[in-house]
T-cell receptor
Framework: GAVVSQHPSWVICKSGTSVKIECRSL??????MFWYRQFPKQSLMLMAT?????????EQGVEKDKFLINHASLTLSTLTVTSAHPEDSSFYIC????????????FGPGTRLTVL | AQSVTQPDIHITVSEGASLELRCNYS??????LFWYVQSPGQGLQLLLK??????LVQGIKGFEAEFKRSQSSFNLRKPSVHWSDAAEYFC????????????FGQGTTLQVKP
């Protein structure tokens, strides 16, 4: 089946630094990818839609200057948390719809970010 | 606005017992409905989905769900739970137009007693 990977799986950083998270579709191409945020014991909240070759679309309330998204190729989207603060600590998950089976999302395993 | 509610935050069942996880949605038209399972260290895995047609949907791992428009529900069921079913379960509704965006419920943690 289709596989989506994320790197790193976990990261610890100091407050004020920036962290980049990668999301890759390993065996299929994805013109669109989605980034979610999940707080402990809570649901997934959609942050933004990453579009290959164009700007990302952010959900209401999500700071686009804080969470930079780049979709440079059909298999890679990156989320950069800029000037991270402890409140940015969370579990970040990406997903990608299969190019031909667009009704099915494939989720990455997630990245645990801890900001000290 | 679309929304999804999973009334049960935590459910404990004995191994071999039947299971039903509740999901209610708010949506104007016929929704795209999904159930996902999340295990530690793994990505969300699709159990089943409903778009149209037969309201009883069969999924993987012996799960099924029934779409009931009159009750705005899409409850997940399994006749006999296995210890390996212990995980977090999420109900989700797809945004109108099937854009790929998903709105998730709060999740239900399933614990299985031996």
């Amino acid at each position: 089946g289709a596989v989506v990977s994320q790197h790193p799986s976990w990261v610890i950083c100091k407050s004020g630094t920036s962290v980049k998270i990668e999301c890759r579709s390993l065996d299929f191409q994805a013109t669109t990818m989605f980034w979610y945020r999940q707080f402990p014991k809570q649901s997934l909240m959609l942050m933004a839609t990453s579009n290959e070759g164009s700007k990302a679309t952010y959900e209401q309330g999500v700071e686009k200057d804080k969470f930079l998204i780049n979709h440079a190729s059909l298999t890679l989207s990156t989320l950069t948390v800029t000037s991270a603060h402890p409140e940015d600590s969370s579990f970040y998950i990406c997903s990608a719809p299969h190019r031909t089976h667009t009704d099915t999302q494939y989720f990455g395993p997630g990245t645990r970010l801890t900001v000290l | 606005a679309q929304s999804v509610t999973q009334p049960d935050i935590h459910i404990t069942v004995s191994e071999g017992a039947s299971l039903e996880l509740r999901c209610n949605y708010s949506y104007g038209a016929t929704p795209y409905l999904f159930w996902y399972v999340q295990s530690p260290g793994q990505g969300l895995q699709l159990l089943l989905k409903y778009f149209s047609g037969d309201t009883l949907v069969q999924g993987i791992k012996g799960f099924e769900a029934e779409f009931k428009r009159s009750q705005s529900s899409f409850n997940l069921r399994k006749p006999s739970v296995h210890w390996s079913d212990a995980a977090e379960y999420f109900c989700a509704v797809g945004e109108s137009g099937n854009t790929g965006k998903l709105i998730f419920g709060q999740g239900t943690t399933l614990q299985v007693k031996p």
